[in-house]
């Protein structure tokens, strides 16, 4: 059996492949966000919880469930996606998870009564289009930093943390490599879609080891549902009803004295209440990079693409990715 993990950088087109691609493979079991997203948040977001925990406990529990829905389905492939397994946004101790990732595969590998073989597929996206998506999509990002200029700012002061630490693909792709080992490890590449999108998915679909190929998919879609090539990228917000808003405003003035109240039914009740009040609106568009911002941003990232580069075997800068020149070497230099 071959287990295939995908992952990725937010707005890599992960849900295309979700609904597109993966989903579409008649020889292929398809768990989307783990199956189940219970066990997922108890074994793999570590960061919601305060108390100090054995978390390779929980990851045999989510382990043993996960092998139950695998031994029933009798297939030969399974592809398991989850955007926010190693994402660099929100609660996930990103870390953990890789290693939490790895705990997983020891312990199937352990349980199983067949060979069973891993990979893991991860989606990267050049930074400077990734950032403005990020920051558009994502309304509690743009809602604490209202202007994009001011977020770029936090993020040259702050490099390590956010999105902008895990931009930095050459050092994920180094710990990946050194975990699950190097031919079981995937980068591709998110602007190659614009480019081939046929030979990229057909790329994809050779790595999971699928028998179908593209010609047999439904695969035409629009890729970048929150760009117009006129207008932007549109930056999402959202509003409130007046009950929806008091409980927030309450809930964030004293944070931390609701921990203890998170697991009972009033307060799920009224996180329910407030998630279901949201309405989403279009605050306005971001279309370019201000220039002044273009230089700092290129230095952020120069070092690690044209490490990366050579990581891959890819010319980067044909992807727009500063500095990701493929020097192809000699043969006195090898």
Same mark, same amino acid.
């Not at 991860?122 to 990002?141: C, D, E, G, P, V």
């Not at 003035?253 to 609106?281: C, D, H």
């Given at each position: 059996?071959?287990?295939?993990?995908?992952?990725?950088y937010h707005k890599t087109a992960s849900e295309y492949l979700r609904k597109k691609i993966f989903?579409? &493979? %008649?020889?292929?079991?398809?768990?989307?966000? #783990?199956?189940? +997203?219970?066990?997922?948040?108890?074994? #793999?977001?570590?960061?919601?919880?305060?108390? *100090?925990?054995?978390?390779?406990?929980?990851?045999?529990?989510?382990?043993?469930?996960?092998?139950?829905?695998?031994?029933?389905?009798?297939?030969?492939?399974?592809?398991?996606?989850?955007?926010?397994?190693?994402?660099?946004?929100?609660?996930?101790?990103?870390?953990?998870?890789?290693?939490?990732?790895?705990? !997983?595969?020891?312990?199937?590998?352990?349980?199983?009564?067949?060979? /069973?073989?891993?990979?893991?597929?991860?989606?990267?996206?050049?930074?400077?289009?990734?950032? +403005?998506?990020?920051?558009?999509?994502f309304r509690n990002i743009n809602l604490r930093f209202n202007t994009f200029s001011k977020f /770029?700012?936090?993020?040259?002061?702050?490099?390590?943390?956010?999105?902008?630490?895990?931009?930095?693909?050459?050092?994920? &792709?180094?710990?990946?490599?050194?975990?699950?080992?190097?031919?079981?490890?995937? #980068?591709?590449?998110?602007?190659?879609?614009?480019?081939?999108?046929?030979?990229? !998915?057909?790329?994809?679909?050779?790595?999971?080891?699928?028998?179908?190929?593209?010609?047999?998919?439904?695969?035409?879609?629009?890729?970048?549902?929150?760009?117009?090539?006129?207008?932007? %990228?549109?930056?999402?917000?959202?509003?409130?009803? *007046?009950?929806?808003?008091?409980? !927030?405003?309450?809930?964030?003035?004293?944070?931390q004295g609701f921990t203890s109240f998170k697991n009972t039914t009033i307060f799920k009740m009224?996180?329910?209440?407030?998630? +279901?009040?949201?309405?989403?609106?279009? +605050?306005?568009?971001?279309?370019?990079? *201000?220039?002044? !911002?273009? *230089?700092?941003?290129?230095?952020?990232?120069?070092?690690?693409?044209?490490?990366?580069?050579?990581? &891959?075997?890819?010319?980067?800068?044909?992807?727009?990715?500063?500095?990701?020149?493929?020097?192809?070497?000699?043969?006195?230099?090898?």
């Amino acid at each position: 059996m071959v287990i295939i993990f995908h992952t990725g950088y937010h707005k890599t087109a992960s849900e295309y492949l979700r609904k597109k691609i993966f989903s579409q &493979l %008649h020889d292929v079991l398809y768990l989307d966000q #783990f199956y189940t +997203k219970n066990f997922y948040r108890k074994a #793999f977001e570590q960061a919601i919880h305060k108390q *100090p925990k054995n978390s390779s406990l929980l990851i045999s529990e989510f382990a043993d469930y996960f092998l139950k829905k695998i031994k029933a389905k009798k297939k030969d492939i399974v592809v398991v996606s989850s955007v926010d397994l190693i994402s660099y946004h929100g609660h996930n101790d990103v870390e953990l998870n890789m290693v939490q990732l790895l705990r !997983l595969f020891r312990y199937l590998q352990d349980n199983y009564d067949e060979k /069973i073989e891993f990979k893991v597929m991860m989606t990267i996206r050049n930074q400077k289009s990734a950032l +403005k998506s990020f920051y558009s999509f994502f309304r509690n990002i743009n809602l604490r930093f209202n202007t994009f200029s001011k977020f /770029i700012q936090y993020g040259l002061k702050n490099q390590h943390e956010m999105v902008f630490g895990g931009y930095h693909y050459d050092l994920v &792709l180094e710990d990946m490599r050194m975990l699950y080992g190097s031919d079981n490890v995937r #980068f591709f590449v998110y602007e190659k879609i614009n480019k081939d999108v046929k030979l990229y !998915l057909q790329d994809i679909l050779n790595f999971i080891g699928t028998k179908q190929n593209i010609e047999q998919l439904d695969y035409t879609q629009k890729v970048n549902v929150n760009s117009d090539t006129k207008k932007g %990228h549109r930056i999402r917000g959202v509003k409130y009803n *007046p009950i929806a808003n008091l409980i !927030l405003k309450i809930y964030r003035y004293n944070e931390q004295g609701f921990t203890s109240f998170k697991n009972t039914t009033i307060f799920k009740m009224a996180r329910l209440y407030v998630v +279901k009040s949201e309405k989403i609106f279009i +605050k306005g568009s971001l279309k370019e990079i *201000p220039q002044e !911002l273009i *230089p700092d941003i290129n230095n952020m990232y120069r070092n690690s693409n044209e490490r990366l580069s050579q990581m &891959l075997g890819i010319d980067l800068e044909e992807y727009g990715y500063i500095g990701g020149r493929l020097e192809v070497k000699n043969d006195k230099d090898i």
